[in-house]
């Protein structure tokens, strides 16, 4: 019996190890950013170098975390050739967006052994178990895996642009999505702004995942 614990106990510090070499190496590497951007475009092929104006919904006007954001557009707008007008001057292109990060609760899997599990984070490794007794083999020892709730935020960014030129028929939409595990909208929205031109304008009703290495 003391050699079964005492074979655990080894076991359960060789995982604790090999849990924490892996965590060393993943903070070695560049952490990138992830989202799934879908797009539909009917792109005219005589928009370069005509004007745009960003027009507020509903609200928004005033709003100083929207006008942040507006700026994050502006960044970003660039790829599709178009300039923004003067205040004042009439534009071809009206270009609006919405965003939120909506929390919701979803369940994940973790394993209960505090010394299998060693605070690394829910659902670390992809292993069923370990062995214990090292070179002289043993038994086959696996933790049980509980369901825990997390919440999960969900990021979004949604530009749309419409062509005067044809009655304001729209031209352009892009939605970005990405989930964290912490409110920072304000964080991931220079991705999202980022994202939704990526590879501007796309294929119409395309949908792809988009990484990004983070800035540090």
Known sequence: MLHFFGQKLISSWRAAMVLACMAILAGCAAPTWSARVTSFEQWPPDAAGKTYHIVPESGQTGNLEYQTYSDM??????????????????????????????????WVQQYADPYFYNGFGPGFGPWGGYYGGGWGGGVFYSPPVVNVPVQVYKNTLTVIIKDNARNGVEVYRSSAVSASSHDNLLNVMPYLTRAVFDGFPGNNGQQREIRY????
């Open 73 to 106: 557009i502006r960044a970003n707008i660039g790829r599709t050739g178009l300039v923004e007008a003067q205040p004042g001057q009439k534009a071809r292109f009206n270009v609006s967006f919405d965003y939120g990060n909506p929390v919701t609760q979803t």
């Open 213 to 216: 290495e983070r800035q540090r």
